[in-house]
């Protein structure tokens, strides 16, 4: 039985969307549209990705803070720029009990923080003492999205993840920028996803930045999906929420800030890119379940290999590992079937054979028959533990190879075309990177070809901006530009 | 310099309002009402025990899920003493955008979740093998606090924890009740908060319930603090949420629920309860710092000691501890003031002299100078782990002994009011156990002494339910009934 009605290799899109059900990661049955409810597995992902989260930010000294979800209209109207941003896709409470709020108030259900923070943050500076200014905070946040929705993709209840830091000047804020970008990264293997880190062009930036990085996953449609962004903010929001600092020469001075923003879309990216034809394939660090066990049972010899699997559950259990033993009645293949579809990276199968030969047959979900083998059962944790670290490495090495296939580097807009043109005939597309000379020429690839600007390359791939002929008009070019269409 | 500008012997209210900001748990600046801010200190000990509650719920096989905030009115209309409970206490979401909601949609921000989870339980229990669900959700919740507010105890954003599980019949579902008040008890031990346990009254339990039993803390003002419940819910939302499953013998059954809620109130009780004139003192279990290593330092022994400081922290760090080491430029006395008000449990000095005796000072936070000893180097860890575990356990004795001193067994109406008016004249006001036989005579009770009547002894109290004779009117009482004034 396939996991699927329409397998991943058949068309993807399909497939995600019943793969994240069927898997039960998540039940979009919940009569609001784009509000979806995290079924067990599901949640378990997600919080494991944000304890990775705040590993790194309280390694890099960051404070967890939680402020209030609604924002009242004055407040969110002092930043005019986002207003523009954020206007029409917000959600408004307007009634408490049978009436409206006093004083013909409205709040704005957070469509992210800047507006409620920044309020508060000026309280909290006074003088160069203060600052750095490290926070951030994991909580949900709401848009209005009007077009199609997708499970973790594109949600109207966001479950999200918010930097928000404050410096006395725009060097050490920019620092910042780079150390998210690493924090990203750090994040971005965990899930054994390589991105393409780009600096948004002007016209795409996050409303109130001076400037936007976003770490783009390539999905295996070839599309690409924003799951984190880095900005910096120079002084746009101090000005307009007075957020000024006391320096020791130079009197009251303007605080830099940047924010990191990261969200659920992380696993829509890990489900879309690793699972296969039946069902997902985990990263062995995110996994909920590292290790499935699964006894072999024949009459007369049951007691003795459930025994057998205890003793591996206990062994693996104190080696740190998430493991499950399956004792459910049911028979081996329904076992295999559920754990396929739900991504367990390790599979344990153990028989009265395997008890006999003292070693248990460990099958690996991210490869076919050459992926099993016998691990003795006196290398039972080191053998675990190695298997699992390749399972990681494969699964990022495969999708590291697959954005390499994907990437293509032509020399002029009519190249560029003509392999659009080839992609166009199979299922998958490319992303293209040129040399641009300017924001016109810019423009007149996103209009000729469809497509957007993703940036120029930043952060880790800064080394692959390296310019040259202008693929539209000929002249010099300074900076090459990945073009891509998006989720 | 005193902590807060009304010491807590003086006034309690007054003393908690402020010491919740001075010691920075939460900032209550924000332009909402009752929609406060959780500083990164506040947040941490939130953080502390919402693991704790995690850890015990994964221990007792409950799932974590997550469900939407909002809930289409038509849901939340379902059952009808739900809207009766909560319907003037809700916030609505009408518009989104610049427009209204389509189709007149309104939308209610989840008070508690019943009507969200209820709508889709069904779709998840088909035969008696799905029984029991047991699940739970960390999330916040909104109600429309008309009362005065006040920080964790009476807010209007809710740090919020709801357990809903469903079961096949009365006997299990009672069951996990008798599973979740354990549950309770756990972690009011971690908070060093012994608590009253009372099962509601008819006239005092959740909207919905067949049975409610609280878990009160007595407040150093004499009044209780509801910080946790436990339902019994027998078929009612089953029935109005169409909750069935099919048993193997008797065809389609309706289920039975319970939940269990908590909130941030319990950081209220742990400030309240425990903390002085100086400030907080937190249990070391949830601590965010359970030690911080202060240097006293002098010239020319500077680098010594702080050598030694800082191998003091990296053994306590690598034992497990939570341990600060505070290296600012400020004065020993600055920094004890700053970490008492913040109360840390244990305080470690090391000077030139404690290098020399190869020790360190150590100063218990719940006491004064007779807390104060030195540590040997060479017992530092279970040194360390025994002043905590002491401290612990003497921060809960002595609000048990606390309990034990306002809890009052009057025998009739009139010594229990003769009792209250010796009462009123102190600042700190008495909770009255009586035998009562009716809810009339709870209500004579409620009504001539203005009290709450909070329930008869249950879960681990069940044993002090004896009855007796009725207090009010003197015919036999099968129950002992508990009445506090309440926050």
New interface residues.
Partial sequence: MPATAVPKSKDFMEWYNEVVEVAELT?K????KG??????YG??I??RIDQFTRAEMERTHH????????I?EK?FMKEADQIKGF????????????NPLPDGE??V?RPTSEC?MY??FP?WIRSHGDLPLT?YQIC?V?R?ETKQTRAFMRVR?I?FFEDHSVFADEKTAREHVELDLAIVRNVYDKLALPALTSKRPDWDKFPGAVDSTGADVVMPSGRTLQCATVHYYGTNFAKAYGMKYESATEGHQFCHQTTYGMSERLVGAVVGCHGDDNGLILPPDIAPFQVVIVPVLFKGTDEAVLAACRTVRDRLVAAGFRVELDERNKSSGEKYYHWELRGVPLRLEVGPKDVEKKSVFAARRDMGKEGKKAIPMDALEAGVRESLAAIQKTLHDKQAAFVATRVKHPKTLDEAKALDAEAAKTPVGYIFTMAICSDVCAASVEKGMDIKTLGVPAGVDKAQNVGGTCAVCGKHAKDTLRFARTY
Avoid at 87 to 98: I, K
């Fill in positions: 039940d049955r919940y009569p609001i509000m979806n409810i995290w079924r067990p949640q378990r997600m919080s404070d967890e803070v939680s402020f209030p979800l609604m009242p407040l206007g029409s896709e917000v959600f408004w409470v307007t009634h408490a009990g049978d409205r709040w259900v409620a309020e508060i309280l926070t949900n709401f209005y209840e479950h």
